[in-house]
């Protein structure tokens, strides 16, 4: 009787070893591996490691653009609004000039390209782009030369009839310009790294 029990427990034993066995050699680095992850595929993690370290660099330079956008574009609205509704007299702050009332929608590109940045919407920040040209870039060209004259004026003769909180408003709306000028020249730019960025990434996920 008792050789049997202990014969039985031998056996037990000796199954557990194997089974022990069999364990350990797949969880070592010589047992079996997943297909894809033996390492022969580094390369392709690397591509797909420098894809998402430029997009997420590139999203925060625009991220930064677009908030230097929004408050020049809360400037020229405060002052349209401020004229519209008569808020303050005229020789405090100064009427628009008529490029300031198209570039209140250069807020459009800025808008498509927030929301292209979630789920990486190639469409949404191809538009972006395209507005980018018309809203914003369009109207400043077309403001620079509208107030050439008046500059020119300024500039041989002393003479300003506008004015914002006692500064000449040609000369103000200039520096403004400059400066959107800057701002929206990276912003295409770098919209179109991000875009090469996207567009190489969903190609080499097509091919594979």
């Given at each position: 009787m008792y050789r049997v029990k202990y014969a039985c427990a031998k056996e037990n034993g000796t199954r557990k070893n194997v089974l022990f066995e069999k364990f350990l050699s797949m969880a070592s680095r010589a047992g079996p591996r997943a297909t894809g992850t033996d390492g022969s595929d580094y390369r392709h993690?690397?591509?797909?490691?420098?894809?998402?370290?430029?997009?997420?660099?590139l999203k925060s330079e625009i991220r930064k653009l677009n908030f230097a956008h929004v408050f020049i574009w809360l400037l020229v609205a405060a002052q349209v609004v401020v004229s519209y509704l008569k808020l303050v007299s005229h020789d405090v702050?100064?009427?628009?000039?008529?490029?300031?009332?198209?570039?209140?929608?250069?807020?459009?590109?800025?808008?498509?390209?927030?929301?292209?940045?979630?789920?990486?919407?190639?469409?949404?920040?191809?538009?972006?782009?395209i507005s980018a040209g018309l809203f914003c870039i369009a109207p400043l060209i077309y403001g620079s030369m509208e107030m050439f004259p008046v500059a020119q004026q300024l500039y041989r003769h002393g003479k300003a009839y506008r004015f914002i909180f006692g500064f000449s408003a040609v000369s103000v709306m200039y520096l403004v310009m400059v400066i959107a000028v800057q701002v929206h020249a990276w912003q295409i730019y770098y919209s179109k790294k991000l875009l090469d960025s996207w567009f190489t990434s969903t190609q080499e996920r097509k091919k594979k």
């Amino acid at each position: 009787m008792y050789r049997v029990k202990y014969a039985c427990a031998k056996e037990n034993g000796t199954r557990k070893n194997v089974l022990f066995e069999k364990f350990l050699s797949m969880a070592s680095r010589a047992g079996p591996r997943a297909t894809g992850t033996d390492g022969s595929d580094y390369r392709h993690r690397e591509k797909v490691a420098s894809h998402y370290q430029m997009s997420v660099s590139l999203k925060s330079e625009i991220r930064k653009l677009n908030f230097a956008h929004v408050f020049i574009w809360l400037l020229v609205a405060a002052q349209v609004v401020v004229s519209y509704l008569k808020l303050v007299s005229h020789d405090v702050v100064a009427t628009p000039y008529q490029w300031e009332y198209p570039y209140l929608l250069s807020i459009i590109p800025c808008i498509f390209s927030f929301i292209s940045f979630p789920r990486n919407n190639i469409s949404y920040l191809v538009i972006s782009m395209i507005s980018a040209g018309l809203f914003c870039i369009a109207p400043l060209i077309y403001g620079s030369m509208e107030m050439f004259p008046v500059a020119q004026q300024l500039y041989r003769h002393g003479k300003a009839y506008r004015f914002i909180f006692g500064f000449s408003a040609v000369s103000v709306m200039y520096l403004v310009m400059v400066i959107a000028v800057q701002v929206h020249a990276w912003q295409i730019y770098y919209s179109k790294k991000l875009l090469d960025s996207w567009f190489t990434s969903t190609q080499e996920r097509k091919k594979k």
